[in-house]
């Protein structure tokens, strides 16, 4: 048999392994014909489909080009990715989105609290955690930044020193934003 479809798994259909020897295929596939041969109550569908599987993977050649033509279509299906993992996405990426996540939390603690609505008190909270999620992330974007220095940069060998003053300006900014929202 010269044809076959690569989108079938003709060893699973055998109950065979892809390292299964000819001997093997060829017992699996009696045990499995006398199981599901038509004049014995069984299925003719199935018994086609074992009959195809079988007439693949008994010749060795068209075994072969079965085999590499399904790992063929299996690396293409893995290789098609369309977008960029997160990983990826650069230390422009990254400070964009700590900004942004920033922004749009202090935007909503000073609307809260410009409104003097006091019953919006889940909408500061939310806020809140928005501006934590932007710390993180602008943190990642420093760890991003500080691992795309060459490794004889005198930046990159101190790293702690860089924690040290990027939490100290975290804390000078929370100190800021809480005297202006109390004036």
């Known amino acids: 048999m010269s044809q ?3 989108n079938k798994d003709y060893y699973g259909i055998l109950g065979a392994s892809e390292s299964s020897s000819r001997q093997d295929i060829e017992r699996l596939y009696k045990q499995r014909a006398a199981r599901h041969h038509p004049d014995r109550g069984g299925n003719e569908e199935a018994m086609k489909s074992l009959n195809e599987a079988y ?3 008994k010749d060795d050649a068209v075994r072969l080009l079965y085999d ?3 790992r063929r279509a299996a690396e293409s299906q893995f290789t098609t990715v369309t977008a960029a993992p997160a990983r990826d996405i650069g230390l422009f990426g990254h400070g964009l989105s700590a ?3 920033l ?3 202090l935007f909503l ?3 809260v609290r410009s409104q003097w609505i006091w019953f919006l008190w889940p909408l500061a909270i939310l806020a809140v955690f928005v501006i934590l999620f932007g710390v993180l992330m602008a943190r990642g974007a420093m760890r991003a930044a500080n691992a795309s220095l060459p490794s ?3 930046f990159r060998s101190h790293w702690l020193l860089q924690e040290i003053v990027f939490w100290t300006l975290v804390i000078a900014g929370g100190l800021g934003v809480y005297v202006v929202l109390n004036l």
């Open 152 to 154: 004889t940069n005198f």
């Open 68 to 70: 590499n033509q399904r």
């Open 4 to 6: 076959f479809d690569t």
């Open 55 to 57: 007439g693949v993977l």
């Open 109 to 111: 603690l000073l609307l």
């Open 99 to 101: 900004f942004l996540c």
């Open 103 to 105: 922004l749009l939390g």
